[in-house]
């Protein structure tokens, strides 16, 4: 009988595991939420994990672009939200994914204006932009309320997003396992703050957005200061669309899972 009823429970795992794994998932599963914080709040999608497992599990954060902004919660899912759905149906690749969405006239990093068109150079505060900041609470929000490692936060964004996630691992490197900034910019000043934490950065040369020269500064930088893995990727002949060659980098999730902050 004991065995019997062992033959049973195997079968009915198999069935479950198998349902599972033939589940078909689409966009409607980035769940719409609004994250309020003080007087605050921001929209996001939340994609949860594919599999269910007992252990802690990474979250993965992507930042879009200025032409994505609103307050639809829907827009920012226009780049990146298909990839991050099939790769995340990989038992190894198995995280919470969230897109957030930034405002009209709002910005990840802490300018004032779209840097990539501004001619104003300097600006005196550098402090955390507030819907920079909002992402950062938001992140801390979830590692308390999910099943979310801690050491495996992973951050990477385009453009205006690419900006962002440069700024957002300066201003708080202690949470970042890595980051991967598609056709964006630096601060070197700030970044001096994340030369602990692992970055790949990517760029088209024939970018007419976001000058390639801002990837390369900051890439040099790291170079000459970093005490941990960096990698740049430079695609010759592409423009301002980078983004579209790194969802088809082979690599991509796969260097970013291997990175853990228990490793340094």
Known sequence: MKF???????????????????????LENYSQ???????????????????VQEKPVPLFIFLHGSGERGNDNN??????????????????????????QCPKNSRWSYHKEDPWISK?????????????????ELIKY????????????????LSMGGYGVFDLVSNRPNIFAAAAPICGGADLDLLQNAIEVPFW??????????PVDKSRKAYNFLIENSKTNILYT??????????????????FFDWFFKKNKNQY
């Open 4 to 26: 019997f009823f062992y033959i049973q429970i195997s079968i009915l795992l198999i069935l479950f595991q198998t349902e599972v794994l033939s589940q078909k998932r689409s």
């Open 33 to 51: 939420n609004v994250f309020y914080f003080e007087n605050d709040s921001i929209n996001y999608r939340i994609l949860d994990p594919y599999f």
């Open 75 to 100: 827009s920012q899912l226009v780049h990146g939200s298909k990839f991050f759905l099939i790769e995340t149906e990989k038992i190894e690749y198995n995280s919470y994914v969230i897109f957030p």
């Open 120 to 136: 104003n150079k300097t600006e005196d505060k550098k402090s955390i932009s507030l819907y920079g900041n909002l992402v950062i």
């Open 142 to 157: 979830l590692i308390n309320e999910k099943n979310i490692d801690k050491n495996r936060i992973y951050i990477s964004g």
């Open 201 to 210: 950065i990517f760029h088209g040369d024939m970018d007419r957005v976001v």
């Open 234 to 251: 430079e695609y010759k002949g592409v423009y301002h669309n980078a983004w579209d060659y790194v969802f088809n980098e082979e690599n």
